[in-house]
Nanobody, 127 residues
């Protein structure tokens, strides 16, 4: 069974950057769509970004387009989320997920389609 572990979260100021990492163990993620989701206090979990198994196709929430970039190193079983120009509204626990599917090549935004989840890493952006 695939296990996922996120790292790289922290406390930063608005405008700063962070790079989140997700490492897989117990199995390969090479054939999985990988996604990042986040949950802010008092809010439901929401989609952030996803990447196809090949890495060729990506999908982003409108709120993060142009600021966050998802990538993967399949050989190393890792997925990354480069976060630039961070805003206070980006404050949340960020989760890595594996499974998903693609629709005409576009990775899914629906959390119900992801099978494996990490424990999350906290990102806090101060104004």
């Amino acid at each position: 069974q695939v296990q996922l572990a996120e790292s790289g979260g922290g406390l930063v100021q608005a405008g700063d950057s962070l790079r989140l990492s997700c490492a897989a163990s117990g199995g390969t993620i090479s054939n999985y769509v990988m996604g990042w989701f986040r949950q802010a206090p008092g809010k439901e979990r929401e989609f952030v970004a996803a990447i196809s198994w090949s890495g060729r196709n990506t999908n982003y929430a409108d709120s993060v387009k142009g600021r966050l970039t998802i990538s993967r190193d399949t050989a190393k079983g890792q997925v990354f989320l480069q976060m630039n120009s961070l805003k206070p509204e980006d404050t949340a626990v960020y989760y890595c997920a594996a499974g998903g599917r693609t629709y005409s090549g576009v990775p899914s935004k629906s959390d119900s389609e992801y099978y494996y989840w990490g424990q999350g890493t906290q990102v806090t952006v101060s104004s």
